[in-house]
């Protein structure tokens, strides 16, 4: 559950990948104004997200500061769309189960529903949510609710061959490869073993109400403890094959590159994003009165305890609230900071999981070996002035 905790010889540094530069174009910083409430006046951080570089990607993103519910309300969860976003009716949508399987099977939205419900609280982070100030707000929490997945392929009859299942969506984009450019359907795959044992649901409720459809509408594959990118929305196809599968999202794109050392020698490793790794971040500081409160969550494993620095002090306990002992969902913690000195102030937030894993520091070697921006879970600093 927390590989971070996997601490091999890695060498540091490691040439930045182009694509990284695609969320690093600067822009604008928007402004916020937080109003006082009852429960006080919530401090804007100095370090705000800088202006989206690729709006038509990344839709919508959660704002740290507004964070108040456990469950992230639909129209507040973070969109993630690297295709169009495909109209899909209820009546015409159709969920196939194909491939080498001894009974093909074509299920509607109420042939889903007639079937075993399952919930999940499962917090969905984006893989490629690498921290302020680029990326930052592509995570969410939410109670899915589908039906299971291992049934449904069983009862279709995975053939002897079959050893991975495809999932395809409905959104579709060019992809040029080598020489030839193709319309691609949005497509991930897992192992049979993976598909059968994630606890994978169909999912075509969240929070209570059917999917909206920037999240998926009919049903989506939900797989918790996975990141985002295995989260197939509009999915219309599951494929049985009889070998790996190595479209653009599981191959070229949400592909984690890492520098390691071998016998004195550098290797490179390509490693398809597949669970989630352990991670908090602090996400508001309020005052009332001269008392200041820092709050935020923790998410990736079953979390143990959170720990939060201010400037270069020692990590000090903060106090699990919401969500404590959860498998798959968040865990909001809260640390009095009582009156701090006025200026400007670094706050740091780790999590520990209930296996002891520690979420590590952004010049662990397992991160600064890392070249690209997909799962990094380093601890987040965020910076605040208090008056
Ligand atoms: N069909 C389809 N499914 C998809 C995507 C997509 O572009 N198309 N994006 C994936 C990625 S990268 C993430 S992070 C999650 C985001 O889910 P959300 O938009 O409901 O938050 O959906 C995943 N499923
Ligand atoms: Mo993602």
Redesign the pocket.
């Known amino acids: 559950m927390t590989p971070s905790t996997t601490r091999r010889t890695l060498l540091q540094g490691g040439a930045a990948l182009a694509g990284l530069s695609v969320l690093r174009l600067t822009g604008p910083t928007r402004a916020f104004a937080y109003q006082d409430g009852p429960d006080g006046e919530v401090i804007p951080w100095l370090d705000q997200p800088e202006a989206n570089p690729v709006p038509e990607v990344i839709v919508r993103q959660l704002e740290w500061e507004r964070l108040d519910s456990w469950l992230t309300p639909p129209d507040q ?7 169009n976003q495909p109209d899909l009716s209820e009546q015409d949508w159709r969920l196939e189960i194909s491939g080498l399987v001894s009974e093909p099977t074509t299920l509607s939205l109420a042939d889903l529903q007639a079937r075993e419900r399952q919930e999940v609280t499962f917090t ?1 982070e ?1 893989s490629g949510n690498s921290g302020p100030p680029f990326f930052s707000g ?1 995570v ?1 929490n939410a109670t899915w609710a589908g039906t299971p997945l291992a049934p449904l392929l069983e009862e279709a009859g995975v053939l002897e061959p079959g050893i991975e299942v495809v999932f395809w ?1 409905a ?1 579709a984009g060019e992809q040029t490869w080598r020489e030839v450019t193709i319309t691609e359907q ?1 497509a991930r795959s897992m192992s049979l073993t993976d598909a059968l044992e994630a606890g994978a649901l169909i999912a075509y409720e969240m929070n209570g109400t059917p999917l909206p459809p ?3 509408f009919p049903a ?1 594959l939900i797989v918790p403890g996975w ?3 295995a ?4 999915l219309t196809q599951i494929d049985v094959r009889d070998a790996r599968f190595q479209g653009h999202f599981m191959a070229r794109d949400y592909v984690t590159i890492r520098e390691e050392e071998h016998d004195g020698e550098s290797v490179w490793t390509f490693t398809s994003v597949t669970h989630d790794r352990l991670k908090s971040a602090p996400a508001k500081v309020t005052r009332r009165d001269d008392r200041h409160e820092v709050m935020g969550a923790a998410w990736g494993a079953p979390i143990g305890g959170v720990e939060v620095r201010i400037d270069d002090g020692d990590w000090q306990p903060a106090t699990l609230t919401e969500g404590a002992g959860e498998e798959f969902a968040w865990t909001f913690w809260t640390f009095d900071w009582e009156t701090p000195t006025p200026g400007e102030h670094a706050i740091t937030s780790r999590a520990v999981a209930t296996d002891g894993g520690v979420q590590p520091a952004p010049d662990d070697p397992f991160l600064t070996g890392k070249t690209t921006f997909w799962e990094s879970n380093g601890q987040i600093t965020r910076r605040v002035r208090i008056a």
């Open positions: 969860f973070f969109v993630i769309k690297h295709y969905m984006c592509g969410g969506g959104d949005f920037e999240h998926g989506r990141y985002g990118v989260n197939v929305k509009w």
